[in-house]
């Protein structure tokens, strides 16, 4: 993995921003993604401020990680997505009211589950 | 599926193809990559909005990503002693060993690997009662323990041992002077959980340990709801003996830890299973290295997002339960209003089947109670420890709240399932009389 060296100025950071959330992003679930985007948008708006280089520095190389990360999750978690969630916007207002209707698959057999 | 597989290919290969690439380009054309079908019957085409959350967390991305390795690249058996495949593994096992170990407070030593909080809960329990069994004979636990406790609890009972399930007040906490009143010279053990699993309370663990510190009992709490979730620290507590779970803190399932204190006083315990000698003899059997390492990694992300998550979950617990309020009149929060892990709502919805309820909220994954009853319908019996009488207990929901749950899906569900609550009340004859101002406790039912 690459190390990061020298001073990081603020189009890296934007850039390393923007890469996350577009990342975050591509998950197939609709919780993870809110997730990541919620993370990802507290974590930079809570470090903003940040003015010893060290800790960007620390920061940065942190981001990078979790970027690398997210591309290789994203990825995983939609070739194995089957259903989106209920939530996702992407679901349509039509679906949704089909699924509300329908009665569900729950099995009420008795059996002796612990 | 295989017949597209196939005529692809043929044809493919008739062609005489150059190289390999090609011959994968052109299957990829005719087929697309397919993972294996999990929805077994299935109505819907959408997956519920997940609030069982009591019941098993989702397994965190980044948990998954450290455990994949293991499967993929890095399959040794982590006690394998003569080569690489091994001595990896094994590094990898103690690493997540001292996750876990911070996120409790105490050092590596004192963390045993096991299946999940059940069999730690039994290894604690009967594997201490068995190797004290000489001088002392007597355990208390409280009514509202999870089955693995109490079962526990029952067959130690068949050797011999004297147990005392004690009460709880109407909050679900345990009152500390009964308590006090019940431990003799022969109390070997206190086990108390930390978080119920169906109403979420939080029982004073410090206040429980300090107690037994100063008697000279041990003190085991099955923590699988509240580790990762709340600050949990064994020194402060005095906690002796301490049961974790892998799936309730966003890491796989089949794995759990039980922590066993070294040091003043050290705890020593007869194991349930044996073999190989693994764990310190503890707990043998092959470390399961893939799922020991999730669970190590979900013990660092959420000793790393503690206070994130913490300050999330309580936010969006107290909009629910605000939410409800506001909206509907006869909503019961189950257990202590303070003295909670928020993250997990128990309510009832008076003059309301629960099952009916759940019945209609299909687009809502939900219980009633814990996973292990929610076959029968018998009302949850920590609900009926509370004093919650049957009819209410019947109408309880749990609603579980998570790092992954979203402020939409609480909207979503506060819309929903008190709009299907006003028209479940509104053909009930009971609730009619309710509103008519008829005090039910005092009609005389006629018995057919």
Redesign the interface.
């Known amino acids: 993995m690459s190390r990061v060296q020298g001073a990081i100025d603020k189009s890296q950071v934007l850039m390393l921003y923007r890469n996350l959330l577009k990342a975050g992003n591509k ?1 197939a ?4 993604r ?2 990541a985007v919620r ?1 990802t948008k ?1 974590d930079f708006r809570n470090n903003q401020n940040d003015t010893d280089g060290k800790a960007v520095e620390k920061n940065y190389q942190y981001g990078l990680d979790q970027l690398q ?2 591309r ?3 990825t ?2 939609q ?10 916007p992407r ?1 349509s207002d039509d ?2 009211k ?3 209707m ?5 099995t009420n057999e ?5 | 599926m295989m017949k597209r597989l196939i005529t692809p290919l043929t044809r493919v290969t008739l062609r005489s193809l150059y190289s390999t690439a090609q011959v994968q380009s052109k299957v990829v054309q005719f087929t697309e990559p397919r993972a294996p079908e999990v929805y077994k019957n299935s109505e819907s085409s959408t997956k519920a909005i997940y609030f069982d959350l009591g019941a098993t967390t989702p397994v965190d991305p980044r948990v998954l990503d450290r455990m994949l390795p293991l499967y993929t690249d890095m399959y040794g058996n982590p006690h394998s002693r003569t080569h690489e495949y091994g001595w990896n593994s094994e590094a990898q096992v103690e690493e997540a060993r001292r996750h876990v170990a911070d996120l409790i407070g105490c050092t590596s030593k004192e963390i045993v690997f096991t299946s999940g909080a059940t069999e730690s809960n039994n290894t604690a329990i009967k594997g201490v009662a068995r190797f004290y069994k000489k001088k002392k004979n007597h355990i208390i636990t409280t009514q509202t323990e999870h089955k693995c406790v109490l079962d526990s609890c029952r067959h130690l009972e068949d050797e011999g041992f004297t147990i005392t399930y004690l009460p709880v007040k109407q909050n679900g906490l345990i009152d500390l002077d009964l308590l006090e009143q019940e431990i003799t010279d022969k109390t070997l053990l206190v086990s108390v959980m930390a978080v119920n699993n169906e109403i979420g309370v939080l029982q004073p663990l410090k206040d429980i340990g300090q107690l037994c510190r100063k008697r000279g009992v041990l003190f085991h709490t099955d923590a699988a709801q509240a580790v990762g979730k709340i600050p949990v620290n064994v020194d402060d507590m005095c906690i002796d003996l301490l049961s974790i779970s892998g799936h309730k803190l966003y890491g796989p399932k089949g794995i759990g830890a039980l922590y066993v204190r070294k040091n003043k006083p050290r705890v020593r315990l007869a194991p349930i299973i044996n073999g190989g000698g693994q764990e310190g003899g503890r707990r043998s059997g092959t470390v399961p290295s893939p799922l020991v390492v999730g669970l190590g990694e979900a013990c660092r992300v959420a000793k790393q997002d503690l206070e994130r998550d913490a300050k999330y979950v309580k936010e969006l617990s107290k909009y629910m339960i605000e939410g409800f309020r506001s909206r509907l009149d006869h909503v019961i929060l189950n257990g202590d209003e303070e003295q909670r892990y928020p993250g997990i709502v128990n309510i009832s919805f008076a003059y309301v089947e629960g099952e009916s309820l759940l019945m209609a909220l299909n687009t809502v994954a939900l219980s009633s109670g814990s996973a292990c009853t929610s076959a029968s319908l018998e009302p949850s019996y920590v609900l009926r420890a509370l004093g919650v009488s049957e009819d209410l207990a019947h109408t309880s929901l749990r609603f579980g709240i998570g790092r992954f749950t979203t402020k939409k899906e609480v909207d979503y569900v506060l819309d929903k399932c008190s709009f299907e609550v006003e028209r479940l009340r509104e053909m009930s004859p009971l609730y009619e009389m309710v509103k008519e101002g008829i005090d039910l406790s005092e009609v005389k039912w006629e018995h057919h």
């Open positions: 998950f679930d609709y919780n993870f809110e997730y993370i507290e990360l997210m290789r999750q994203s995983i978690n070739m194995y997505a089957q259903k989106m969630s209920f939530m996702d679901v679906i949704r089909k699924d509300e329908s009665v569900g698959s729950r008795e059996d002796d589950e612990h």
